[in-house]
């Protein structure tokens, strides 16, 4: 499965496991790289697949047919 059709959940998963195996500390340096490359471009997927959903629902109709800004809680 290409990283590009990896679901918001599928690629945190791999990231939380990514992130376990970096934190056992005994990974030799070149495959903790590999690791690290690997974990920041789910980071990105998982960033960028937010950021679409943060876009869908940016404008919400309200009762009156009028749009409203949405704002995630904790975004500035």
């Known amino acids: ?5 990896l679901t918001f959940e599928e690629a945190m998963k791999k990231l939380e496991e990514i992130v376990a195996k970096l934190e056992e500390g005994d990974v030799p340096l070149e495959k ?3 690791f690290y490359q690997e ?5 990105k997927i998982c960033s960028d697949k ?10 919400i109709m309200n009762e009156q047919g009028e749009t409203e800004l949405f704002n995630v809680q904790g975004e500035n």
């Open 1 to 5: 499965m290409a990283s590009e059709e």
């Open 32 to 34: 903790a790289i590999a």
């Open 39 to 43: 974990g920041m471009a789910l980071s």
């Open 50 to 59: 937010l950021k679409q959903v943060q876009e869908q629902m940016t404008l």
